[in-house]
């Protein structure tokens, strides 16, 4: 009885920490810049940011055109963001420009739709990395 | 038949409403889509009928507009016109700003202004299209006024006096104390469409079929503008619709979730297992609290910074945090949970007596890892929420100099209180339940078991401390946390408090714990923004200036009003560049930067520069490779200073005509950071980093080849220090932080490489550490809202009572508290006035010296210069020559400046305040001091009279611009004292509090002491702590109580004894009287046996007659002797027990005994008996409690099967085999006391129909029931 109980708490502490492992492998290696890039511009996109909502650091510099201007948490940038893209409603999104080098950073055009007004804003976002991770550093719309 | 009584009978009527609001909710989805239906069937006649509705509202809202300005107007002339004729100076009025928001007025005489306000339009008479009241519109540069003018004669002179209404601010402003009109904004927002407003009669209206025209015309029905506006298609009707439903469903379901919780109440109460009705409330109210979140209520009915994330966001439960109001309705929901379980486990350890008492030490000490677990972790947790309410938002609740806090930061402020209350009143009452299996040896001395906890909780936090990968706070700061909990403990467990009183006291202590962690973490944070300078440093590189130019240029494309600008030359077109730059995100980088409009020559025609002298140059070769094409290009890079330089061209067309072009050139380098920028003018706070720390505070400086180069500040590093940093930047991986000391003050100091590619370059901000009075009065200026709030609360409850009671009761102890504070924090209120209003005055002649002395400069500067240089080029001089900005005028116009772009373009009026012009000009000061506030910011003016080659000219030089050093603005000095005064007023309370109870304590003793004898309790003692004559007064009590129980027993004694003989002299004599004629009688019947008696059988019968009736008497005395030796005549009518048991446990309230009743005791419950008896005999069992070492009574009333009392106490209970002798007279353990107790009571409580039993006893206390008979019919 005794013995079966603990092959059984054996085989549920091998299951969690399976459970534990493959996650942290798989997250072992950082994507590139490139597919930080493509992830925002789909997000943008398609006005939800969810996906590439985990790249904010924790001190981004967020610029919105009509709204916050300076250094936020990536929890703040998160829902200001969202906020923006809610009433700033996308068309379009495209990056004219994407440059990988060191400091990587891209610049676009955004296009949006808002009170029933349509309008254009341009987009520059720059990227570090930090802790075998890419962050967004900065993040402006004007 | 339905019975609609027994639906609406008890929590049966909130299930029925709750039903119905079910029902309506499908009724309304079911209408609506039937009236979106009807909608998309009916579109076209709709949007007619809705755009003929919008362009009705507009003119509606127009007129609104015109008739308040048109009301002013004639307000405006009459009071000037009696005030020149009574000869009056009425130009007075119009000094300074208005009063009313977007009103201003001026007064013209020809093209001359006599009189205006600092935002009065400055029009010429030329510009007013009617001169007899009507209203029209002007447009200046920058802004677009509604205007009335009239003429009026005054003797020999015309004048116009002008009244404007703004209705456009064309500039978008960042400070929310400036003015942002928008009457186009406005009408965008309210009717959701796109608008264009045009404000000319000139204007063609448009052809195009998707907007629709709306003329405005003034009251005498001239035109005078139009609007333009998108016609509303059905799918903005349809979405509105949508919403609406939605948000009234959204209601219903609040409103249905709500009764929903009222009809389950009952349910709730009676649950059988009380341990988990706590829990039910729990899962009710995140269940609530979480359809709150998903129907987005009630943030859908805020607005602003209330909702904004930019405030505060968490991403903590999927985004239930995620603004200032979310977070409040959290923590408030959170806080009511707590309460309820602190309230309901508090019941239930009461009156809960662990029955496996021999093992109930064991559970208490093994249970202490798990208890200690909990205590970290709620710690831990508070520590994680507070820092993240300062991480997460950008409110800077100790950096901000304002005493009273904007209404979000008041909600984040109430929150944090909210929050860290509820958890400590959930750690006070796990603490109690731990504490109710404490072996009984430990259960009388609380203070050592408190402080037996405490230091376990500091032996085992260390290590708690240590083994956590980030721990939040340092191990002195959970220490003193540990202090503060365990000081809440003792309180609350050696008190007794009642419920509101716990809050009370958990909320002050909350306040302290909530207030020292926003501190703390604010500090820290203060420390990474160090780390957030260099990256402020570091973030403009070209990439970004080049952006920075696309950004700007692409707003010559598709520009109607710059293409309007540039076809009309005679506009003042440095405005327009101005917008330009205004509009772009040029004004919100700390770059320098300068716009120019040129025109299709490629002559610059408009200009606007926020940069150096450099910068003012145009870049000519860019003029010429102007082209039909955009073009940027670097023009430099200065990697000595770190500077980096761009300039860009874009062609400005219309419908492809080349119009003009639009160049810009961008300047960065590192010192900028600290550079004063024209756009902070125009900022809502002074330039801070992240808005924790002020650029002044800041020392930064960089290393190359090995030498310190200061940027700014007064921070210059030895070489032993630099050697430090490089040495720490290379083993932590390119970033280190140290500490250093610098003119004996200690500085942190954050260095970072840089990514120039050069070896040993690095870049390092320096932090002068704060004072420790300034961690004091940053801790009062939270703390004091807090106060204030439980302040509030203690004071709304108080009021309740008053009111309920309907009489105001004043206790001793209030009254001496009320005079205490009345004689201390008057004068300590007094003297803070004071010392503000000196502080004022001092700073005021201060900041005044400071400008004299810069006045004084520019004199001797200006003195020399030659006449054409000194009209227009003298402030440039003085600024290149002594770094002060100043203005000249000569008469009221400026002729020179050293921000000349904040006059051409029209931000600031070219000409000279009003009250300064006629100060100097009319009334012929040659100096004269002035106050103004712009942006919410007070600052200060000298103006002076100069001569020069025989005129005369004014120069002005201010505090907004030239920062006099070393002042505390009024706030800051509002702040400064509030802190110190803070302190003096709280320990005035403390001690007064203090004090009072010391004075206050034994007077109550004392009177519940006398109710207690007045109501025959003979027993009372009073403790020997008091001093002086107080100390006087309790043992005389206690001498004359002992005295008047001695005087009683013998009392009672010589009565018994004088009853007695009394009893037996009365017996004596009534049964002598019988017997008198029996012996009588029953001689003459011996005589007459004796005699041999020929009557004898007549004789015989007459004595046993005899005999026999006086044995009838003898009977008789008998039977009233027994009468009258029961019971005294009771006073029986119908009573409330509860009261009676209420008022007998209030004269126990100083005892060390606590009194309680158990939950689900009946509050009222009428019976017949007799008052006195009851209160008597409640008196007696509390009593026999006391004297049993009990700490704890329990009360229980109920009529299941009868009245029943029950009161159970944990005292040392009855000794086995004396359960039956306890109800027999004269019996007692006790040393004094004479036994009949318990005996008169059964008595008294029998004579009633009832019975005393003892329902159980043990060594851990016992239980008796009075069983009464209940009666229903009495009950109303």
Redesign the interface.
Known sequence: MKSKFFLWMFVVELFSVSLWAVPALQSQQPPAAEQVFASIEQGMSSGDISGFADYFSNQAYLSLSGGYNGYCSASQAFYILQNYLKLHQPVQFKFTTINTTQSPYSTGVYTYEMKNKRGTSQVFISLRFSNNKWFISQFTIR | MINFRYLLRGTRRYTLAAVFIVFSIFLLGIISSRMIASKKEHSQTIMDARNNETAGEIKALFKEREQLLLQKHKRFTGAYTRAIQKRKTAGQKLWGTSEEKGICYEVLQKDSIVAWQIDAPLLKEADAAYTDGRFFFYRSPLRVYGLAATKKVFEKDTLLLVTGLLFEEKS?Q?NKELSSVSFQAFL??KF???IIIDYTPYKQPTRDGRYFVTPLENESGNKVGQITS?R??IN?DIEALAKTTANMQGILIVAGFILMGFAMSGDFKSFRYPVLKPFLYTIYFVVFRVLLFKLNFPSSLFTGELI???G????LGG?IV??PVEFFITTSFFFICSVYAFFSFGKLIDGYKPHLFKRAGYIFYSAIPLYLLVVFASLRGIAASVK?VI????FRYFNEPVIIPSLPQLIMITGVLILVTAVLLLLAVIFRIHLRFAPSSQKGSILWFVFFEFIISLSLGAIFIKVQNEPLITYPVFAVFIFLLHVLFYVSVNRHLALLQMVLICGLFGSVIGVALLNYFNSGLER?SL??TI??IN?P?M??LQ?LA??AL?RAENNAELADALNNKGKALDAETYLIWNA??LK?ERVQSSLWLLDRSKDVVGSFSTGDSAMQQVPKKFVALAGRNTIIEPTGINNNNGSINISGIAPVTDDGVLLGYLLVSIAYKQGMLIEQNVSDLFKSSPPLI??LLSPADLNIFSVKDGDAENISGDFYPTLLQVEALHAGTVKGQGEVWTEFIFNDENYVVYAQQT?DGKEGSLIAVALKEKKLEWSFFNFFKLFTVHAFIIFVIAGCSSLITIFRRRSLFITFRMQLLSGFLLVSIVPVIALAVFNRYATYEKSKISIRAALQANMAAVEKQTAQLPLHLLKEQSAKIVLEKSGIYCNVYEANKLTSSAMPYLYSTGILPAFLPYDADYNMNKSGLKEYFSSGEYGGKEYFSLYKKIKNNGRVYIVEANSLINPVPGQYSPVEVDVFLFGIYSLAVIIVIGFSSVIANRIASPVKQLTLATRSVAHGDLSVKLPNTAYGEMKELMNGFNTMTDELQRNQAELANLEREAAWKEFARQVAHEIKNPLTPMKLTMQQLVAAYKDKSPKFDMIFEKVSATVLHQIETLNAIASEFSHFARMPVMNIEKIDIIPIILESVTLFQNEKIAIQFQENTLTSLILLGDASHFRRMFINFFRNSIQAGAAQITINVETAGGIKITITDDGHGITPGNEQKIFESNFTTKSAGMGLGLKLSKRFVESLGGTITLKQTEQAGASFVISLPFDQTIQN
Do not use: L, M, W
């Open positions: 978008i960042e965008e927002d959701t469409t796109e998108k509303i298609s903005n904004e994330p930019a505060f966001a968490s991403q985004g995620k603004s993240s991480n997460d938002s950008t990474d780390k957030t990256a402020e973030r590189g990439e970004f952006f696309v950004e692409s772009s995100a919100q992240n808005n990514n």
